[in-house]
């Protein structure tokens, strides 16, 4: 009975811990207090179009894109960072929620990332799926301290850090000093504008119909922003726009990098427009420590070096930084004492 009981005060304090909640527009990650990142899907369901039941979450959705017959759909219940359907969304966080064998008796608390220029109206939605999915205090952190925090910048320093989070369909750009942010800029442009416009370019080009997981295959395998020293090609599988049958093209770097040209240039903007209002007192530091680029899309060839030249400053890509969000979130969740100034005041259910 010794034995019993400690084993579910274990699992009693298991159930109990509290989340940090990455819900993008391409992925959700989820970290457990003390457990560290224990939920890395995409942002994608499959679902039942006469009965709006949910089929399919995550990867086991992502197997049946382009596979499902006409009654299911596969739908992204995210874009740009907020949610467009909020009992979709709510469907995919409890079904993620219930994978954790978290209790709906011991209600975690659970901070949530958001974009910096998120309207009230979009940020209450955020805060209600994740109540409405079982959290019993919802914390909101934007997603340029969290991604600053996940990248071991000195946030709460009196130097600047500048912290560029490019997403799948955001990118955030702030300057953060003395646990603050100082400026900052959302652009809703990120990783999946960079998917869509290798499909809407090679289509252009070759009249050859991709589908998204081709286009992330080609954006990963010879995507780039910047010259290589080499440049790569890869074999493409499509459909003829003009027969309907299959077709094989040959896709050069130098062609990719055309298409997705408009997208970077976007991203290189708004990076531009937050430094040219960086305050003078912290111009300096900047020019010392540079750009951390954080977020999936940070890992396109050769970004870095292209900020680097428009710029004029040192531009480093954070260690894996596809989980820099979820880090930074996380760190908040595991010392609620030190880093809780840094999130916006609880909405309780």
């Known amino acids: ?18 989340l940090a909640l990455d819900l993008g527009s ?21 679902v039942d179009s006469a009965s709006g039941h949910l089929v399919a979450a ?7 894109l382009g596979r499902t017959p006409a009654n299911v759909l596969t739908v992204r219940p995210m874009v740009d960072g907020v949610v467009t ?8 966080l409890r079904h993620f929620i219930h994978r954790l064998r978290t209790s709906r008796l011991i209600r975690p608390r659970m901070v949530v990332t958001v974009p910096s220029n998120v309207t009230p109206v979009e940020r209450r939605a955020l805060e209600d799926t994740a109540l409405n999915s079982g959290a019993r205090q919802v914390y909101v952190l934007e997603e340029a301290m969290a991604a600053a925090i996940g990248a071991g910048l000195p946030v709460h320093d009196a130097t600047a850090s500048v912290v560029v989070d490019i997403g ?7 300057v953060i000093s003395l646990g603050g942010v100082v400026n900052a ?3 809703r442009v990120g990783g999946d504008d960079v998917d869509e416009a290798v499909v809407a370019g090679v ?13 992330q295959d080609i954006k990963i395998g010879i995507g780039s922003a910047y010259p290589l020293a080499e440049e790569l090609d890869l074999r493409v599988r499509g459909r003829d726009v003009s027969t309907g049958l299959p077709k094989t093209v040959t896709l050069t770097s130098t062609q990719v990098r055309r298409m997705v040209e408009p997208a970077v240039l976007q991203v290189v903007d708004v990076v531009k427009a937050v430094l040219d209002i960086c305050p003078p007192e912290l111009s300096g530091d900047v020019l010392d420590n540079g750009v951390v680029l954080t977020g999936g899309g940070s890992l396109l060839r050769g970004l870095d070096e292209r900020l680097q030249r428009e710029l004029g400053v040192p531009v480093r890509v954070a260690d894996d930084p596809a989980r820099a969000v979820i880090r930074g979130a996380g760190a908040c969740v595991d010392d609620f004492s030190a880093l809780e100034r840094v999130l916006v005041t609880p909405r309780r259910g």
């Open 85 to 92: 359907d909020a009992d979709l969304t709510q469907q995919l």
């Open 168 to 174: 799948g369909g955001t990118t955030e750009v702030a």
């Open 58 to 64: 995550g990867d086991d959705a992502v197997e049946m």
């Open 203 to 215: 289509r252009a080009a070759h009249d050859l119909l991709l589908g998204e997981r081709s286009a």
């Open 185 to 187: 800029r959302s652009l």
């Open 26 to 46: 391409s992925s959700t990650l989820i970290h457990q207090q003390g457990n560290g990142v224990v939920l890395d899907q995409p942002t994608l369901v499959a």
């Open 1 to 18: 009975m010794t034995i019993g009981r400690g084993l579910l005060g274990r699992d009693l304090a298991l159930l109990g811990r509290d």
